[in-house]
């Protein structure tokens, strides 16, 4: 099996559900199970945050113009329906169902078009950065994929790659969150602490650190998460004695 992980950062005003994230950095949204056919997608996402935040996503998701996942810049005729399964002060869980139309498209139904059957997704929503995680056969043409993606999403979205390769371990198994931090993220993290943002007090803010390194703040702060993530837990999964947590993006 091959995975392949790669995140979406969405520009303003491109996705109703990134515009709404981008307000409340601190909620998170994570698919709990994700299935689509030719025609066809359902999926169930579990969401984090303040209350305020959750009824921000919620409303997102219940009155979006068209369906999240559809890479369509405007309206497509597609049939849409999204159900609150749980609301609390803390958690909301979604479920939706999308049936495209011949002018829709999204990632799961080019990743069939390119890696066949049979591929597993894993998301996780965080801020305008939307990441995936693909495993698939490795038959298919990972190369031919993200050109027909990047065609999809135009001017919407920058698609970055995070990972390729032989899959460590089944989809959300800790393993695949031990290994090695991409590029982009280890050059994130030496440059904050070149730059003394882990000093106590920071010698820098995330955005004067963004500046310097000329990308987005939401792109850098993304990057350092997910890098002290992955450091936790392999820091965590290597004590001795001790098994690592499973994790999913």
Same mark, same amino acid.
């Given at each position: 099996?091959?995975?392949?992980? /790669?995140?979406?950062?969405?520009?303003?005003?491109?996705?109703?559900?990134?515009?709404?994230?981008? +307000? &409340?950095?601190?909620?998170?949204?994570?698919?709990?199970?994700?299935?689509?056919?030719? +025609?066809?997608? !359902?999926?169930?996402?579990?969401?984090?945050?303040?209350?305020?935040?959750?009824?921000?996503?919620?409303?997102? /998701?219940?009155?979006?113009?068209? &369906?999240?996942?559809?890479?369509? *810049?405007?309206?497509?005729?597609? @049939?849409?329906?999204?159900?609150?399964?749980?609301?609390?002060?803390?958690?909301?869980?979604? &479920?939706?169902? !999308?049936?495209?139309?011949? #002018?829709?498209?999204?990632?799961?139904?080019?990743?069939?078009?390119?890696?066949?059957?049979?591929?597993? =997704?894993?998301?996780?929503? +965080?801020?305008?950065?939307? @990441? !995936?995680?693909?495993?698939?056969?490795?038959?298919? #043409?990972?190369?031919? /994929? =993200?050109?027909?993606? $990047? %065609?999809?999403?135009?001017?919407?979205?920058? @698609?970055?790659?995070?990972?390729?390769?032989?899959?460590?371990?089944?989809?959300?198994?800790?393993?695949?969150?031990?290994?090695?931090?991409?590029?982009?993220?280890?050059?994130?993290?030496?440059?904050?602490? $070149?730059?003394? &943002?882990?000093?106590?007090?920071?010698?820098?803010?995330?955005? %004067?650190?963004? #500046?310097?390194?000329?990308?987005?703040?939401? *792109?850098?702060?993304?990057?350092?998460?997910?890098? +002290? %993530?992955?450091?936790?837990?392999?820091?965590?999964?290597?004590?001795?004695?001790?098994?690592?947590?499973?994790?999913?993006?």
């Amino acid at each position: 099996m091959r995975e392949l992980a /790669f995140a979406l950062e969405y520009e303003p005003g491109c996705n109703r559900v990134a515009d709404t994230l981008a +307000e &409340y950095p601190d909620a998170r949204i994570r698919s709990l199970s994700l299935h689509a056919t030719d +025609e066809k997608l !359902w999926r169930v996402d579990h969401a984090t945050g303040s209350p305020d935040a959750l009824d921000a996503i919620e409303d997102a /998701f219940l009155t979006a113009d068209y &369906y999240a996942d559809c890479l369509a *810049t405007e309206h497509c005729g597609a @049939t849409q329906s999204t159900e609150v399964l749980e609301h609390t002060d803390d958690a909301l869980v979604l &479920y939706s169902y !999308w049936e495209r139309t011949p #002018d829709c498209n999204s990632v799961p139904h080019i990743a069939r078009d390119h890696l066949g059957d049979g591929v597993l =997704f894993e998301t996780r929503h +965080e801020g305008r950065h939307y @990441t !995936w995680r693909l495993v698939h056969s490795g038959e298919g #043409d990972v190369a031919d /994929f =993200f050109e027909d993606l $990047e %065609e999809a999403v135009g001017d919407c979205a920058r @698609t970055e790659m995070l990972r390729t390769g032989e899959s460590a371990a089944s989809a959300g198994d800790a393993a695949g969150e031990t290994s090695d931090l991409t590029p982009k993220q280890d050059a994130a993290l030496r440059a904050a602490v $070149e730059h003394g &943002y882990y000093e106590s007090p920071r010698a820098v803010d995330v955005g %004067e650190l963004a #500046d310097h390194l000329d990308v987005p703040r939401s *792109t850098l702060t993304y990057r350092l998460r997910r890098a +002290e %993530e992955r450091l936790a837990k392999r820091h965590v999964a290597e004590e001795p004695g001790t098994e690592g947590p499973s994790a999913s993006l």
